[in-house]
DNA sequence: ATGGTTGTTTGATTTAGATCAAGGTGGCAA
DNA sequence: TTGCCACCTTGATCTAAATCAAACAACCAT
């Protein structure tokens, strides 16, 4: 899998709509396949690097480490979605850690290249920006849930942004990580999110299958957000 | 005060530097002053706007709020300091309220005017790139502080942050905004931080006198953290 | 199958911090 | 001076969630 990308694996992902085939072009001929196994570091906060990546299959996990070694997740990065583009400007350190949570497949792209098309592509300079403000915006309503909201109310918010399949009025997800690494995510730990899924369960408003949980009464759990 | 700010107003501020003066002076013709009271709000979240802003004297105060009306203040904003850079690329809505601590003279810049700048300027682009993952990168240190670590641990942080007079291995810092505006900016309530405070006073290892804070064991003090 | 490893659940206990409540303190205006 | 108001402090109580501990389930490799 050597094989340099295609203009098409990376053509959607939302950076590089809108430009021409020419320029699509170029940064395939940088740009390289990436695999990584279940559990894989892909870097580590402060390696030197000048790669950044977007998800083809699997899902990575970004995180942060405390001194004692336990791990606090920001954000899982699903398939078509860019991660560590901010490599570019950060002087070549990663400002976080990054692992596979399964087998999953990367495109890496080279980041000085792409500093370079950015001197000499405006449209590709406004596209990034919207880009990191979107970025700045998420964080900032994360930040207001982690201060603001209850394990519960973050838990629910959480549940109802995630993609679902609607049924009869109710709505199934399936969680995209283990519950330790969501309760992470969460900023709470793995017990008290096993008792706010059986609290919930109790109440009869979600039905929980290993990683797959119904939401019996969509109307009554925003109440609870 | 309705003049046309000078080059030298804002020329110094980081995303100006490098920038030639004929840039500069097309800038400074669309950017205005703007004068608040202690207390005045600027603009509220989701409020339409098309400008962006320099603070040249006093603090701004950037903040959330819940349904019931309590705020959670994200980020004060010091001197020479620029916010709301991001309401270019946000559909021209403000993502958070903005008012002032004390009485406040700002520049005001056109967003939709620097945007324009922006798609025939690359290093304008570059610089406000390098913004925005400053930005970005300094959003994830905060996320981590809110859910690795202890009030206390946040506050001697956040005290060790602060630009401060060193005088015989002591450190003199003045707290930019009142204590319960602080307290906010921690993630906890006023009396938590009052408690904080005595508790360190008793171990001797800060003094507090109003708004201002000598931590007389700086490097004690950067073991709690 | 068997054992080992990792993730999940449940229960008992502890704790950081919120909440509720009551006094201080200081600045400012009449 | 007096009173008011906003801010800060201190104390008592409460609570969400962490921690500690143990059992349990699921999955993999030998």
Redesign the pocket.
Known sequence: MSTIPDIKDFRLAYLFRDLDRALLAQIAARACWRELDAGETLFAKNDPGKWFFLVKTGTMKLYLLAEEGQEHVLELVGREHLFAEAVMFMGGRYAVHAAALEPTRLIAFDADFFLGLLRSNADLCLALLADMSRRVHSLVTEIDRLTL????QRFVQYLLAQPAQKISGTRMVRLPA????IASLL????????????RLRDQGVIQ?N??TIVVLKPDAFTRIS
């Not at 909201?149 to 519960?152: D, K, W």
């Open positions: 909201q209850t394990g519960e283990s519950k330790q690494t900023g709470i730990t793995p017990e008290t999110l096993s008792r706010i899924l059986s929980v290993a990683e």
